[in-house]
Structures are given as structure tokens and as C-alpha cells.
């Protein structure tokens, strides 16, 4: 007889953290492998094709830098609201109403202005689209309750389809001859690149120093404390006289605006026009809800973190050309890992001990 | 995994590892009160049970036998709910066994117990607030049936309340009773359930004193028709009245027991604390200074958006202590936040040395050098995943002393916890500790630290000593004391008369939103302050 | 005129059939207090299998159990996260969801854009389907419109007039008094998971065999989320829900009437989505008291917790 008990863990050291993390992700592996053995994918051969592709190559490695820019600036901004408890699922959304405008920015001033001035401008616009779109949700929950999981998962929708209705209408390129899509952004609104990459250095640094600014936010500052307090309690929030609607304006507005320069990034670092949401974002918004998790909310390690997933959607599209697998491939990828983050957790606030005894 | 689960749930017991045991019989229909007769006497041998190598009960052998109410005395944190939860199946004890009419049994979980003829009485009631008395009184039922339960549940009531005399609606929502209601529902729940051993865990902390009275005549009928009972308390004087037997627990372990016609209150008062205790705090004549506080007519609306607090005027003055007595739910509450800001006033005027603060901020009240300790200490004063020492800070974190401009100074800060942790004697292990990890009394010390060691010119205080031990139910009178002594004002909410009649230099009495009278401690009228309460004199 | 009103409801009933189970499933997991955001993933993971079933053994029928077996044991890795491990059920629902659309676009691959030829025969109410224009909307339907109006009564008298709906309720508004009156808190949670799952996937089975009779990715087009809120605009009440998901079928049906009127398909694609957002809106005017959410909703649950 095998008997299993537990016991809270009260003491709980960085040391510990990062081995489970590590073990979860291990263990999420093996039943990936199990799906893929189901699918008939040699998993060997799969996971490995994935962490090559990713990791294993410099071309693959600059394409895992270069889609870790928007994953570490959303995931930056979605600890600061995730640690509020505030279920910011929209970034999606706020990252497109970051591209619309900027891509509207670039395209208007981009001929009369030069680039050290057009291009801060579009960052700018690119943050405060995004910070709209991340201050519609708090104020519906502040003013209505009304939860901002489903309000920020129709924000994504509503904003996809604004977009789309921008690019086969009033925004139609002249240049698309008649397909959906923008005209290209005059050049000197384009992000220049690190010379035989994708990488936007630009982009890049920015989002090294939000990560940085925050984790020092969240944690050294009078707004990271009372943003934390009103997340573990409101109702002592109140009590603390903390101005509830303020805080959260805040941290929506800029979990929203670093969703919206990565937005800027995608736009005029990459595609240099405005296509099709779809184009634009490749589900960073909600890979990087994981690469927040996995950073266990501090925003300094979702550089980590965020290269490790940006690896896996750099891995998962190499996988698809060479063994055929369908772009969803990723999904479960990062479905199952999420799902083993949370149940590391649980090992990592519980202490098991298993007990054996005879019969 | 799968075996995991089994792990965490209610089960995790393994019968084939205790030879000889009388196992309950999975099937409803071989129930053990058809098995075994009537509880004529309930033994526990040895129960130990420790959590997180801390011991809450230690070898404890008590016995209680039919038609007899036993006492069970001890100090918050002694181990006797602990004890009782193991006795109603919440908890497996380490080491020990239970025995009913002599046979050793099992008891793995609550249902079990119930069938084995135990019922409790939780002293937080185990009521489903939103829902009917009916369908409370379904859930906890153990002959349910699946179908339209409530057809049955009406008729087995009604009969019940024939035979016991008691009046309940039974479709009215929990929230809508009194406490002394809902209490009722919860012994109607353990009676159907042909309870024959009823465990009651402080009954009294929340009934009136007519209350209480009605109680105790129901519990004497118990008694009369052979039940058994083990009344929970920390207070002498009931045990003294109510109990035929008291047994003494002191951190977990059995430290005396006695009968209650050949004992009395001091020794039992010694048992339960290790030492003399003293029952009267000196406190010093003191003439009162400026007026700090001035409440004038104030209208307050409560949660349930009624009126809750109705005109209630009062002023308070340095060097006093200003008692508002009453039975929960009156408006003591809501008065409270009020004064200190997290609720709205409707009309009225609230001054602090003549400054209007009437709907203010709670920060800017708290500028104005009002504390507040709130009555909800979980719910309001801490943020539970958060350090020790950023909840020290919770309302002063702008304060100069631990701010400068954007940024927390947080060496100042620790240095301040440490501060509050020595002299308030909190348990912890460390001050990066979260104050989840800590127990009910040592969250209680934080807050009251936090909320006293800035020498406020006002200190609310809303049931400062509710759940405490008797060592630092002293301590802490005697820093309102102190407080009282340097200067301050203290408004002190509390149910506990004692503790009123010792600290305060002046008395409200408050019934449903208003005050029935104003006094100082010394009046005399105030022998009629039980009919006061209960809101049938107004002086 | 006569035949528009009847084509519109008839497909009203139709575009509310799927929210209205999905929704009646979530109601049954969230008055247990468990929070599942997993509906999307789930619903296209029931969509897939049921297309996959239906087009390999040409029986509808086990397409339809096949699609309630896959939803129900995919539940159970949200039942586990949230009740055993007492995890984040905000996350551990996001996971789900991921999960469920994952393997629902791995598996469906081959499957996208091929028709379904094998049809579900509508059933018609003789007498009934009679009554000039509800008639043929109301009682001349598909077996999913009976069967999800027929599971949201079975629901509604299950929550309220059984023993077993008296304690689903109480776990969900306070677990530890529930489990000392003698209930297992933790099987119940599981359950509820498990048949809203169950739900959740049945609502998937209709998209892709009955609705638009094909499988391609992202066909559930954010429904499990509109069943989200439409488990609160129904105030937790299976009963509530019948008419708010024929509502929002309306909506998304009055997509399709508006085009001719001149108005950009994508803005009118954005109405459920603004419509959704509006009833929350409104119902938030509400008494909270009246609202009657479970209390203990999203809350973990940890035993014998001191």
C-alpha cells in the first residue's frame, strides 16, 4: 500500500523554482511525444526537429530572437497584470490596435518626417493604441464588473475584424492591386535590422528595458506595491485607501501599451505593412500568457521565458514543413506545457511524501 | 496522478491497515445507528494530532456518557475544535482511537460520523448563506430523498418543531436570520440527523443574552432525554452554569478536569492558563483632554443597501476610551467604516480636532491620525500572499517614513516589521514570510502593531480582542491603556461586556442602528444594559 | 414577409442551438464553483471528433457520443488542475482551451473543407410545426435543437428539485460547509466538470455535423467564450439560458439580414461580440445580491484548511 500525503511548503527557494519549472517542462514533453506517437510522428526525432530549428541553427536562432521581441513585451506587461489578478486575455487585440496606429502614423508622417523623429512617434501612437484597448476592459470591470477574461477575448475579436475592415476598405493599398492590405510604410518609418536577420534591434532593446523598468516597478515602487496589494485583496486595498480605479487605469494602460509597441515592432520591423490580423500577430498575445506563467510573474524573466516559446513557434514552424504537421501542432504544444506549469506549481507549495506500508 | 487524487480526498485512510477494527459499512441501508445502539458513552483514547510538527491535541483521553453535558475549557489556539473536528471526522488523528459503547471505531469523514449518531454545531456556522433553511437543512439531511427533497424536509420539520418548540421559516434565506436563527437551524440539522452526541463549538459568541437563555433550556432538555453533549467554551462562567463536567485543555493537552459543582472559577481559570490570572486591569483616573473626535447625526447605509447606522451623535476626547456595546449586526460595523472612510455617510458630520473629514479618503482620514484595527481582519487588513512586511506598511507605505517620491524605501520598512514582530510578540519564523503562513492571533498582532505603533490620534478598534488568548488579550488592554494614557482617543467596538466595563470610560449602547443611551462607566443604570442590548430600554 | 420571419427564426433557433448547450454545460460546472474558460477548445475538439466519427462510420449518432466521450475526458485534465491541485483555474481553463484547439486542428487536418454527404434527419412535431410561423422554428428542427433545449430543462429540474442539485449548488457556494454535512466536494466538482465538458462538446458536434456540415479550424469562431457570458446574462439558471441563446442566435443571424442594407460584413461580424459585451453591461445594473453568482466561484478549495 502506497500512501501519498501533503503538506504546505512554506519556504520557497528560487533554487526549487527553477528545477520544477524544468521538470514540468519535461514532463509536459513526454506527453507531447505521446501525441506525437499517436499522430505517428517519431517524437525523437519531432522534438529535436524543434529545439534544431530553433536553437540549433544561427538562422533559426535569429528567427527565435526575433519573434521573442513581442513575446517578451507583451509577457513583460501581462505580469504586471496578472499580478493585479487582473486577466488581461486581450492582448491579442491590443497589439492589432497598436499596429493600426502606427501603420495610420507611419503612413501619414512618414514622407514629411525623418526617421529619428517618425519613428519614437510611431512607438508612441503604437503605445497608446494598445493602452485604449487595454483601458476599455478596466473600465468595464471597475464601472459594470463586468470580467475581463470574456471582455478582453471580445476585444480580440472586435478588434481583428476593425482591422480587417480597415485593409479591404478605406485603407486599401493602391499598390496591393485590389488585395487586402496597406501600402508599404515609407522607408523612413521602417525599423532597420540587425544586417542578415529579421531582428529590429530597435524593438528589441525596448523591450529589454521594459522588462527591466517593470520587474524594478513591480517590486521597489509605491505603484508595484499597491498594484500587488489591490491584486491579493481589494477589499484591503480599499482599507489602504489605495485609489482602486487609478491602479488598475494604470497597469491596464500599460500592459495594453507594451502590447501595442510589440504591435509597432511586428508592423515596422517585419511586414512593413498592414495585412490581415493573422499576418500580424502569430498568437503572440496568448503564447505570451504562458511566457508570463513560466516567468512566474517577474517581468525580468519573461526574456527567458520568452525566448524559450519564441524557440517553439520557431521550432513548431519547422517541423511543419519537414514532417508535414499542421500549424495547430504548436497549440498543443503550448497547451500541454501551460498545463504542466500549473501542476508544477502545486508541487512546489505542496511537499508530497509518499509513504509505503505493508499490507 | 490518479492516486494523488485519492490522496487529497476525504478518504485517505486505509481500513485493511487496522486489524479488528469496526469498519462502517459502505451501503446506507447497513447504517451503524441501525448496527449500534444509542451513544451511551463516547470515549477518545490518545488521540494526538499534530499540523506542520506543531501539536494540536497530545494524548488526549476524555469520556462523555448520555445525559451528560460536558464542558471542554481551554484558551483560542488550546486544540479544542481541533479535538472536535477529529471526533466529527474532518480531521485523522496521528495516534489514538475513538470508542462508542465500548467498541472502537472508525470515523473517516463527516457523514460517518453523523451515522454514527455525532453532531456539530460549528461555531462558523456550516450554512449555505444564500440558500433557504429548507434546503440547508436537505443538505445536511442524511435520509434526503433524490427527487423533489423538499416535499419531505417540510414534513419532517414541521413534525420536529412540534416536539421542540421551535418556530423557523423555513423559506427564508440563511442571510436573512438572526444569529441566534441561524444557530437554531444548525442544532434542527444535527437533532434530525438522530444526533444522540451533540458537539457545540462557543455557541454563545454571537447570541444575545436572551439568547443564550433559550439555549441553555434546549440544551437542558437534551440532557433530560438522554443526550449527550460537549459544550465548547472559553468562557468560565458558562461552563460553571451550564456543564455537569469540565475538562481543562492547555496547548493541546488535557491539563485537569473536574466536576463543576466541586470547582470554581479560579482554579478552572488557572488550568486553563497555566497561571493566576487577573480579572481586573487597574485603570488610572485620568481627566479628559480636547475634544479629538465628533460624530454629529450620521446616517450610514449596509450592505444589504438598508439603513444601517440611523443619527447616531457622540463625541470623544483624548485620554478616554468611548465603548460601543451591542450584539453583532447592529450597525457596529458599518459606524466603524464610516468613521474611518471605506464606507459612504449618507448625511451627517464626522470632525477630528474640528476638521471636517466626512467622506474622505481612507488615506486622508488615516492623515488625519485615525488607525483603524477593522473587525474583518482577513477580509480587509491584510493581503493574505503577501510578505509580512509589506503588509506592515498596508495604509502607511506613503508615508515619508517609507517613501521617497516613486520608490519604496524597503530596509526602513523591514526594520519596522522587526519592530512590530519583537513587541508584539508575533510568531514567525521571518519577516519574508507570507502572512497566509500565519495563525488567526499572530495575523491579529501585525495588524494591531501596525495599526498602534504610530501613535494615532484616534484608534478604532473593532473587536481588538476577538479570538486572542487570555496572554495577549492583557497585553493588548493594556497598550489601549497606555494609548488612553499618552494622549489618544480609542473607539472601542466589543461584544464582550467584561472587556467594555474594564477599559472604558464612557458606554454606548447601540440596538439596530441607533444608540439607546450614552454613559459613563460608573453609572448605575447600566445593570440594565443586557435589556439595552436586546433593545427593549432606551434611557 | 411570412417566409423571412420563419427563415430567420428557424435559423435563430439553429445559430442558438450550440450556445445554448455549451452554456447549459458551464452553468452545471460553475454552480459547483469551478470556473472552466476551456469551453472553446473543448467545443472544437467535440466538433472535430464528431465530424471525424460521423464521415468514418456514417452513423451521426456516434458521431454525437464520440464528440461527448472526447469533451468529457478532456475535462477531466481541467477537474484535476482545479480541484485536486487547487490551480488557477483562469489559467488552467486558457491551457484547456489551447489544448482543445490544438488537437482539434492536428486531428481535423485532413478532414478541412470536405463536405459532410451522411445528414441528420430534422425532426418534426406533427400537429405543432403547424402554428403559423413558430411552428415550423420551434418544432421542425434538428435532434440537437430538441436535445439542447431538452438538456437545459433536465438541468434546471436537476439543479433546484434534486438532492444532488441542492448539493452541486452548495459546493459551489461554500465547499467546507458543504463537506461537513457528509458531501464528497470533490466528486461533485469532478462531476460538474466533467458533464459541462460533456456539454461544451455536444455544442461543437452540432457546428460540424448539423450546422455547416464540414470541419475547418477556428469554426467555433469565439462561442465557447459567448457561452461564457451568457452563463452570467442567464444568472446561473439553465432555464434563463434557453431564451438568451436564441437572443444571440438572433444576433448572429441578423448578420446575414443587415448585408443587403449596405452595411460592411466585417462590422456586422462584430455584433455578437459588441452584443455580447452589451448584456453584460446591462445585467451589471443589477442588485449584485439578485445576480445570484455562486459565491465561491473560481475559488480554490483546499481541505481541512484551518
Not at chain 2, 428 to 443: A, E, K, V
Request: charged fraction near 15%; proline fraction near 4%; hydrophobic fraction near 45%.
Amino acid at each position: 500500500m502506497i500512501r501519498l500525503s501533503y503538506t504546505d511548503r512554506y519556504q520557497i527557494t528560487r533554487l526549487r523554482t527553477l528545477v520544477t519549472n524544468i521538470f514540468s517542462l519535461a514532463a509536459g514533453l513526454v506527453v507531447i511525444s505521446i501525441i506525437f506517437l499517436i499522430a505517428g510522428v517519431n517524437p525523437l526525432f519531432a522534438i529535436s526537429e524543434i529545439f534544431q530549428g530553433s536553437f540549433g541553427s544561427m538562422y533559426g536562432f535569429k528567427e527565435t530572437i526575433t519573434k521573442a521581441i513581442p513575446l517578451i513585451l507583451i509577457g513583460a506587461g501581462l505580469t504586471l497584470a496578472f499580478r493585479a489578478k487582473f486577466w488581461n486575455i486581450g492582448a491579442e487585440g491590443q497589439m492589432l490596435m497598436g499596429a493600426i496606429f502606427s501603420t495610420w502614423t507611419g503612413l501619414t508622417f512618414g514622407d514629411a518626417l525623418p526617421g529619428f523623429a517618425i519613428i519614437p512617434l510611431m512607438f508612441a501612437a503604437g503605445f497608446l493604441g494598445g493602452a485604449l484597448w487595454g483601458i476599455i476592459p478596466a473600465i468595464l470591470k471597475i464601472r459594470y464588473a463586468i470580467n475581463e477574461v470574456i471582455s478582453t477575448l471580445m476585444l480580440n475579436y472586435i478588434c481583428a475584424h476593425i482591422l480587417t475592415m480597415l485593409i479591404v476598405g478605406p485603407w486599401r493599398g493602391a499598390t496591393r492591386f485590389g488585395f487586402p492590405g496597406t501600402d508599404n510604410l515609407p522607408d523612413a518609418a521602417i525599423l532597420s535590422v540587425i544586417p542578415g536577420s529579421r531582428i529590429h534591434y530597435i524593438t528589441l532593446i525596448l523591450a529589454l528595458a521594459c522588462a527591466a523598468i517593470l520587474t524594478l516597478a513591480i517590486y521597489k515602487t509605491r505603484f508595484g506595491y499597491e498594484a500587488r496589494v489591490v491584486g491579493e485583496n481589494p477589499d484591503a486595498g480599499k482599507y489602504a485607501g489605495i485609489n482602486f480605479f487609478k491602479t488598475t487605469l494604470i497597469l491596464m494602460a500599460v500592459s495594453g501599451g507594451l502590447a501595442g509597441l510589440a504591435g509597432v515592432g511586428e508592423v515596422a520591423g517585419i511586414h512593413h505593412y498592414l495585412g490581415y490580423p493573422a499576418s500580424v500577430s502569430s498568437g503572440y498575445g496568448f503564447t505570451a500568457i504562458i511566457v508570463a506563467w513560466l516567468a512566474k510573474l517577474n517581468p525580468l524573466y519573461t526574456v527567458i521565458s520568452g525566448i524559450f516559446f519564441a524557440g517553439i513557434l520557431v521550432g513548431g514552424d519547422a517541423i511543419q514543413i519537414s514532417l508535414g504537421l499542421p500549424a495547430a501542432t504548436v497549440e498543443i504544444v503550448n497547451g500541454t506545457l501551460l498545463i504542466f506549469l500549473i501542476m508544477g506549481d502545486y508541487f512546489l507549495h505542496n511537499k508530497i511524501t509518499v509513504s509505503f506500508s505493508r499490507t | 496522478m490518479w492516486t494523488m487524487w485519492k490522496a487529497a480526498s476525504p478518504n485517505n485512510f486505509n481500513p485493511a491497515a487496522v486489524p479488528g477494527l469496526m469498519r462502517m459499512p459502505k451501503s446506507r441501508g447497513g447504517c451503524p445507528a441501525t448496527l449500534m445502539k444509542k451513544i451511551q458513552r463516547l470515549e477518545m483514547e490518545g488521540i494526538s494530532k499534530s499540523f506542520h510538527g506543531i501539536h494540536a491535541n497530545k494524548e488526549i483521553n476524555l469520556s462523555v456518557g448520555s445525559g451528560e453535558i460536558l464542558g471542554l475549557l481551554g484558551e483560542n489556539g488550546a486544540g479544542k475544535t481541533t479535538l472536535m473536528n477529529i471526533l466529527y471526522g474532518l480531521y485523522q488523528p496521528d495516534a489514538g482511537q475513538i470508542k462508542i459503547n465500548g467498541r472502537p471505531v472508525r470515523i473517516t469523514n463527516p457523514m460517518e460520523s453523523i451515522l454514527f449518531g455525532i453532531g456539530m454545531v460549528h461555531q462558523h456556522f456550516m450554512l449555505i448563506q444564500n440558500h433557504s433553511v429548507i434546503e440547508n437543512i436537505a443538505l445536511g439531511y442524511k435520509d434526503t430523498p433524490f427527487f423533489f427533497p423538499k416535499i419531505k424536509i417540510r414534513e419532517k420539520v414541521a413534525s420536529f418543531s412540534r416536539q421542540f418548540n421551535f418556530t423557523i421559516d423555513l423559506n427564508k434565506k440563511i442571510w436573512q436570520l438572526s444569529a441566534g436563527e441561524q444557530q437554531r437551524v444548525e442544532i434542527i440539522k444535527a437533532l434530525l440527523n438522530g444526533a444522540d452526541l451533540l458537539i457545540l463549538d462557543e455557541p454563545t459568541s454571537v447570541l444575545t443574552p436572551k439568547e443564550i437563555e433559550e439555549l441553555i433550556i434546549i440544551l437542558r432538555q437534551m440532557k433530560a432525554d438522554g443526550h449527550c453533549v460537549i459544550f465548547i467554551s472559553h468562557k468560565l462562567d458558562e461552563i460553571m452554569n451550564i456543564c455537569d463536567r469540565v475538562v481543562v485543555l492547555q496547548k493541546g493537552s488535557i491539563v485537569g478536569s473536574a466536576d463543576t459543582d466541586q470547582t470554581d472559577k479560579k482554579t478552572l481559570a488557572r488550568m486553563m492558563v497555566g497561571r493566576d490570572v487577573v480579572f481586573n486591569i487597574s485603570k488610572e483616573k485620568l481627566t479628559k483632554g480636547q475634544q479629538i473626535l465628533r460624530a454629529d447625526q450620521i446616517h450610514v447605509t449596509g450592505d444589504m443597501g438598508l439603513p444601517a447606522v440611523k443619527g447616531v451623535s457622540f463625541d470623544l476626547y483624548e485620554n478616554e476610551i468611548f465603548g460601543i456595546a451591542g450584539v453583532a449586526g447592529n450597525g457596529q460595523r458599518e459606524l466603524a467604516e464610516a468613521i474611518t472612510g471605506i464606507r459612504r455617510i449618507d448625511s451627517g458630520k464626522v470632525t477630528i480636532n474640528g476638521k471636517d473629514i466626512t467622506n474622505l479618503s481612507p488615506r486622508h482620514i488615516y492623515d488625519h491620525g485615525v488607525s483603524h484595527v477593522p473587525e474583518e481582519r482577513i477580509r480587509f487588513g491584510i493581503a493574505p500572499g503577501l510578505l509580512l512586511y509589506d503588509n506592515a506598511i498596508l495604509k502607511q507605505h506613503h508615508l515619508k517614513k517609507f517613501s521617497r517620491r516613486y520608490f519604496l524605501k524597503y530596509n526602513d520598512v523591514k526594520t519596522h516589521t522587526q519592530g512590530i514582530v519583537d513587541d508584539f510578540k508575533v510568531l514567525t519564523h521571518s519577516i519574508d514570510n507570507q502572512i497566509r503562513n500565519l495563525s488567526g492571533g499572530n495575523i491579529q498582532k501585525l495588524i494591531l502593531g501596525r495599526e498602534i505603533s504610530e501613535q494615532p490620534r484616534l484608534l478604532v478598534a473593532s473587536h481588538p480582542t476577538y479570538g486572542l488568548d487570555v496572554g495577549a488579550t492583557e497585553f493588548l488592554r493594556h497598550h489601549l491603556l497606555k494609548l488612553r494614557k499618552q494622549g489618544s482617543a480609542v473607539l472601542l467596538f466589543s461584544e464582550d461586556l467584561e472587556e467594555i466595563f474594564e477599559l472604558c470610560d464612557r458606554i454606548a449602547v447601540i440596538f439596530a442602528g441607533e444608540f439607546m443611551g450614552i454613559f459613563d462607566s460608573d453609572d448605575e443604570r447600566l445593570c440594565e444594559i443586557g435589556l439595552m442590548m436586546a433593545g427593549s430600554k432606551r434611557i | 414577409m411570412e417566409e423571412i420571419i420563419i427563415s430567420t427564426l428557424q435559423r435563430a433557433m439553429v445559430a442558438g442551438t450550440p450556445l445554448l448547450l455549451a452554456t447549459t454545460g458551464e452553468i452545471i460546472c460553475e454552480r459547483s464553483g469551478i470556473l472552466n474558460l476551456g469551453v472553446e477548445g473543448v467545443m472544437a475538439l467535440g466538433a472535430v471528433t464528431a465530424f471525424i466519427v460521423t464521415m468514418t462510420t456514417g452513423s451521426p449518432w456516434l458521431g454525437v457520443l464520440a464528440a461527448l466521450a472526447a469533451g468529457m475526458v478532456i475535462s477531466v485534465i481541467h477537474a484535476f488542475t482545479s480541484v485536486t491541485l487547487q490551480a488557477n483555474q483562469v489559467v488552467s481553463g486558457l491551457a484547456l482551451t489551447m489544448l482543445g484547439l490544438g488537437l482539434a486542428g492536428m486531428v481535423g487536418k485532413p478532414y478541412v473543407g470536405k463536405p459532410l454527404t451522411i445528414k441528420m434527419e430534422d425532426i418534426t412535431i406533427p400537429v405543432l410545426s403547424d402554428i403559423p410561423y413558430i411552428g415550423k422554428a420551434l418544432f421542425s428542427q434538428s435532434p440537437f435543437f430538441f436535445m439542447a433545449v431538452g438538456l437545459a430543462l433536465v438541468s434546471w429540474f436537476f439543479l433546484q428539485r434534486t438532492r444532488l442539485g441542492i448539493q452541486i449548488r452548495s459546493t459551489g457556494e461554500n465547499p467546507k460547509a458543504t463537506e461537513t454535512q457528509g458531501v464528497n466536494v470533490f466528486l461533485i466538482r469532478y462531476m460538474s466538470v466533467i458533464i459541462g465538458g460533456g456539454f461544451s462538446a455536444l455544442a461543437g458536434a452540432h457546428l460540424s455535423i448539423s450546422y455547416s456540415k464540414s470541419w475547418i479550424e477556428g469554426m467555433t469562431a469565439g462561442r465557447g467564450w459567448i457561452a461564457i457570458a451568457l452563463t452570467i446574462f442567464a444568472l446561473w439558471n439553465p432555464g434563463r439560458a434557453i431564451w438568451a441563446a436564441f437572443l444571440f442566435g438572433g444576433i448572429f443571424v441578423a448578420q446575414y439580414l443587415m448585408q443587403p442594407l449596405g452595411i460592411s460584413p466585417n462590422f456586422l461580424a462584430m455584433l455578437p461580440y459588441i452584443a455580447t459585451l452589451l448584456i453584460l453591461v446591462l445585467i451589471s445594473l443589477k442588485d449584485p445580491r439578485k445576480l445570484n453568482a455562486p459565491a465561491m466561484l473560481a475559488a480554490p478549495y483546499k481541505r481541512g484548511e484551518r
